[in-house]
């Protein structure tokens, strides 16, 4: 197979080759037109993980005119799917609902039904341990119960965030083993996902999708398929290099959000409000890209996809000091709020030890109930540690287990008595106006316009 490098004016080229088996792929790329509402009709595509990321991504193929197979191994997901117990868009809810009478979205625990697919996508997580080693413990499974049952004429696309040469190693590799080889018998590509829960301004169908295949019609199919759930695609050469450019995506927040921390902190030093030095420094119309200072990072990308580059950057190697100090400062950010919350407890007479203190929002960001990573959970744990009495608040959460102990959310906040509030996630709509009633609040995003300046910092 020959691959010519990009033209960065007008995308990839590619020398054209095609094996036998894949010939109804090649045959329905030269038919398809940019205009067709329904680019996937007659197909049926398998979606193997129906998390914050496989949901929509099915969502958006049976909108494209596909028979989508949703396959996940937790039967309690599938009933939360068929129930609508769900985080999605109100618009996606919608077309989850539209769904359930058409028979064109069923539901299983069942990997025996992937030989039944056109194509098979691969939405599984990729987290990270308790010592931040990559976990790649559901990724290998999944991709191995999709290699097992393979079958000619397939297309095979990954989309779970992972090191540079996941593609070949767990796809590629594996298939070649079974005497199914890219191009010629199955088509292989990677196209690292692009979901923002919760965020209606950057759903799929408006957001660029990047896709790497393992060879011309690899990346034509997997473009074809994941077109219509993207506002356009964005060919690279190979999986690498589709890989590296979502690692890097992930890293730049990161350390980002890392500095914003960090400028945040010198902002209150001098007296200044972080928010509207980032606001004043975002006017520059180039140059600048606004990050806002929190309690840390949470969700499935940030605190956990940098990993993935650092562990597989050999002893001796190539160095990256600023990514390992920013995913330190991250990591630490928790400790350092439960450290505010001494300090400013302290600074009226009132020890930690014993003191009511309220974490309002638990969940990693707003308008979602995901609480993976979630800073919320450490710093709960390192109250307790200090002996708070230490409760949270999230209407979106109603419990959650942190070192052990299930806590339950607190419903109405604002009708008990607190030392301190601890402002965490604020989600819309949400009515801050009881905190001023509040002796001290502790506002980790500095976002707060108190009605007593005050109150807040």
């Not at 080229?13 to 680019?39: K, N, S």
């Not at 996606?92 to 039944?116: E, I, K, S």
């Not at 196209?191 to 919760?198: F, K, L, Q, T, V």
């Not at 801050?432 to 002796?439: F, G, H, I, K």
């Amino acid at each position: 197979m020959t691959i010519t490098q990009p033209n960065t004016s007008s995308g990839v080229t590619w020398a054209p080759v095609a094996g036998p088996g894949v010939t109804r792929w090649t045959d329905r790329l030269d038919a398809a037109g940019e205009t067709d509402p329904a680019p996937l009709r007659g197909l049926t595509v398998a979606v193997v993980g129906l998390g914050y990321v496989g949901l929509p991504t099915a969502l958006g193929l049976l909108d494209s005119g596909a028979t989508v197979l949703g396959v996940d191994i937790s039967a309690q997901r599938l009933a939360d799917i068929r129930s609508g117990d769900v985080d999605l868009l109100p618009a996606q809810h919608a077309a989850l609902a539209c769904t359930q009478n058409t028979g064109d979205f069923p539901l299983t625990t069942d990997v025996d039904v992937l030989p039944r697919a056109d194509a098979v996508i691969i939405c599984v997580p990729t987290p990270v341990t308790e010592d931040q080693r990559p976990d790649l413990r559901a990724l290998r499974a999944a991709c191995a119960a999709v290699v097992q049952r393979a079958v000619p004429g397939q297309l095979i696309v990954l989309t779970s965030t992972s090191h540079v040469g996941t593609t070949r190693e767990l796809l590629l590799t594996p298939l070649a083993e079974r005497g199914l080889t890219a191009e010629q018998d199955v088509l292989v590509a990677f196209s690292p996902e692009r979901i923002d829960p919760g965020n209606e301004r950057h759903t799929p169908p408006t957001t660029p999708r990047i896709v790497g295949g393992a060879g011309p019609v690899g990346a034509r199919a997997a473009a074809l398929v994941l077109r219509a759930a993207a506002s356009r695609i964005h060919e690279v050469p190979d999986p690498e290099t589709a890989e590296m450019a979502k690692l890097w995506e992930n890293i730049f927040r990161a350390v980002n959000i890392a500095l914003a921390n960090e400028l945040s902190e010198a902002c209150a030093h001098l007296g200044l409000a972080p928010v509207e030095v980032i606001d004043a420094a975002a006017t520059k119309p180039y140059g600048f890209m606004p990050f806002y200072p929190g309690p840390g990072a949470g969700g499935h990308c940030i605190p956990c996809d940098p990993y993935y580059l650092l562990h597989q950057l050999p002893p001796g190697g190539p160095a990256a000091p600023v990514l390992s100090c920013a995913m330190t400062a991250l990591r630490e950010r928790p400790a350092h709020i439960a450290g505010q919350a001494a300090d400013r407890l302290r600074a009226d007479g009132r020890p930690l030890d014993g003191a009511r203190v309220l974490v309002l929002g638990a969940a990693y960001k707003p308008g979602v109930s995901d609480v993976r990573e979630s800073p919320a959970l450490r710093l709960l744990g390192l109250l307790a540690e200090r002996g708070a009495d230490a409760h949270y608040s999230d209407g979106h959460v109603p419990s959650l287990t942190v070192d052990g102990r299930e806590l339950r959310s607190v419903t109405d906040p604002h009708e008990e008595a607190w030392d301190l509030v601890i402002v965490h996630t604020v989600h819309p709509d949400t009515d801050l106006r009881w905190l001023d009633a509040v002796p001290r609040v502790l506002d980790t995003r500095h976002r707060i316009r108190p009605a007593t300046p005050a109150a807040v910092r």
